[in-house]
């Protein structure tokens, strides 16, 4: 089993940045990519980015420049940065560790964690 909790969510204004934490534990050796998605009230659960096991990073279009995927593997917590909010921005986000080896297959989530971006 795999556990993620992620934090460091709230309240920003537009324009403010968060960084959010994954805290991954339990069985994860091995695991070594890793990916943040968001949900919005009334959408589909969408990705945001993703961290491969040699660090290359995705991130979906609309948010490349203003938010950064990273991890330290001592720590074994992956970060999302998030810089010049937009109230469009709002939603619950959530870690996920995909399907691999490592994971027996199984596709874990985090329970998420609330960013809400207004003034």
């Known amino acids: 089993q795999v556990q993620l909790v992620e934090s460091g969510g709230g309240l920003v204004q537009p324009g403010g940045s968060l960084r959010l934490s994954c805290a991954a534990s339990?069985?994860?050796?091995?695991?070594?990519?890793w990916g943040w998605y968001r949900q919005a009230p009334g959408k589909q659960r969408e990705l945001v980015a993703t961290?491969?096991?040699?660090?290359?990073?995705n991130y979906a279009d609309s948010l490349k420049g203003r938010f950064t995927i990273s991890r330290d593997n001592a720590k074994n917590t992956v970060y999302l940065q998030m810089n010049n909010l937009k109230p469009e921005d709002t939603a619950v986000y959530y870690c996920?560790?995909?399907?691999?080896?490592?994971?027996?297959?199984?596709?874990?989530w985090g329970k998420g964690t609330l960013v809400t971006v207004s003034s």
């Open positions: 996920n560790a995909p399907p691999s080896m490592a994971t027996g297959g199984m596709n874990y």
């Open positions: 339990g069985s994860i050796f091995g695991i070594n990519a």
């Open positions: 961290i491969s096991g040699g660090g290359n990073t």
